[in-house]
């Protein structure tokens, strides 16, 4: 279990609102909690309705998912959570403006991301995003990349493979492989049209393709 962020905020709200936001509050102290599969168009239809227990689902089915992803920017776990919660208060209090989101996941992320860096000078350290943001190299590449051969040597290799890869490229790489994010989803994460989309990560996977002549995958 994951503790919970020393600075989750507490908020002011009307009574209207209070269960959504204590769902949203749970959900983010409960991290790492198993939630059964729904389909995501038909809860955040219903979300955006104003139904609590559509938006209760959304909020523990991908919490831990943003978590992750976000965790890739910032050693700072509080406030990764806080980005978080900050992301749900603010698609509950939005929730009769917001339109169908094509990709829900998509959609999450990119506002994570988004928050992320609005929230940028409450990092540790002051870099720029545009130019050096850190996007953690830290995959699970026994799973994902090698499968059976899980020998030292080989996931050095590979670790040392990511570590020379640019930040975009280890984060579409994360997102195509990783979260099995489609193509329109990764333009819409990462501010790219379709045909960057596939250059970048036609340039990552060959990168890697160049490096890993002792391995054969993708």
Sequence with gaps: MIKTGKRLKKLTVNTEDKQAYAATKDAIMGLNA?????DDQQLWLSFRGGDHDAYNVLVRKHA?????YGCKFSKDEDFIKDCIQDVFFEL????????QAAS????????????????QSKWNNSDS??????FKDEF????????????????AKLQTMLTSLTERQKEILYL??????????????????KQSVYNLLYRSITTLRKKAEFINFF
């Excluded at 831990?64 to 992750?68: C, D, G, I, K, V």
């Excluded at 995003?129 to 850190?134: K, R, Y």
């Excluded at 195509?176 to 049209?193: K, P, S």
């Design 176 to 193: 195509h492989f990783f979260e099995d994010v489609d193509h329109d989803g990764i333009g819409r994460i990462m501010g790219l049209n």
């Design 104 to 119: 829900v996941k998509a959609y999450l992320f990119k506002s994570l991301r988004l928050r992320i860096f609005r929230e």
């Design 129 to 134: 995003f545009e130019d050096t943001f850190l």
């Design 34 to 38: 198993e939630v059964m599969p729904d």
């Design 64 to 68: 831990n998912l943003l978590f992750s």
């Design 92 to 99: 509950w209090n939005r929730r009769e403006k917001i339109s």
């Design 140 to 155: 699970n590449i026994e799973s994902h990349l090698i499968q059976e051969q899980t020998t030292k040597e080989i996931s």
